[in-house]
Antibody
């Protein structure tokens, strides 16, 4: 079965760190471009960042609100995507979704169920 | 950054047609994609590349894109279509690159 399963969410204090994981199965993860999209409570969808496949350079890009604080990485041997979040702010509170990205047309094909990150003192 | 504007809400009776607009500067020159999100669930892709449907998405869902407006049309609306709908484009000159619309809540009366 093709699926993405996020984990690692939880409650963290402002200024703290958290690492999210996304386990992929049912497709060739190493060939996939991957992304994180978040959704604050009661709000719309917001793109966080993307990592290309290693064959396409493995480069990352981030949205301005998280640039310099968040880092996306991948371990193709484990079929796992990561989101390292540092210097967390209350406005980072959201459900974080892991997604696949279709490279040519740049849309989000497969979504995980999401993991909730709450930043609060 | 590139901005996509959607109406906050659209109401439609069962069996009728719902049209959800997505406005953006010269959006007709970009590829537009649409997602459906039901309460408590992850988004699901319903239209990609303006008007193509992924496998498993009913033919009742269709899309168009021209000028400054893209439109998602849901024909013969069913109660199960009640959800939030988001448009999305990619713009290499924007920050962020991947832009979502503001979202539209579709209510089936």
């Amino acid at each position: 079965e093709v699926q993405l399963v996020e984990s690692g969410g939880g409650l963290v204090k402002p200024g703290g760190s958290l690492r999210l994981s996304c386990a992929a199965s049912g497709f060739t993860f190493s060939n996939a471009w991957m992304s994180w999209v978040r959704q604050a409570p009661g709000k719309g969808l917001e793109w966080v960042g993307r990592i290309k496949s290693k064959t396409d350079g493995g480069t990352t890009d981030y949205a301005a609100p998280v640039k310099g604080r968040f880092t996306i990485s991948r371990d193709d041997s484990k079929n796992t995507l990561y989101l390292q979040m540092n210097s967390l702010k209350t406005e980072d509170t959201a459900v974080y979704y892991c997604t696949t990205v279709v490279p040519l047309l740049r849309y989000f094909d497969l979504w995980g169920r999401g993991t909730l990150v709450t930043v609060s003192s | 950054s590139y901005v996509l504007t959607q109406p906050p809400s659209v109401s439609v009776a069962p069996g009728k047609t719902a049209r959800i607009t997505c406005g953006g500067n010269n959006i007709g020159s970009k590829s537009v994609h649409w997602y459906q999100q039901k309460p408590g669930q992850a988004p699901v892709l319903v239209i990609y590349y303006d008007s193509d449907r992924p496998s498993g998405i009913p033919e009742r869902f269709s899309g168009s894109n021209s000028g400054n407006t893209a439109t998602l049309t849901i024909s013969r609306v069913e109660a199960g279509d009640e959800a939030d709908y988001y448009c999305q484009v990619w713009d290499s000159s924007s920050d962020p690159f991947y832009v979502f619309g503001t979202g539209t809540k579709v209510t089936v009366l």
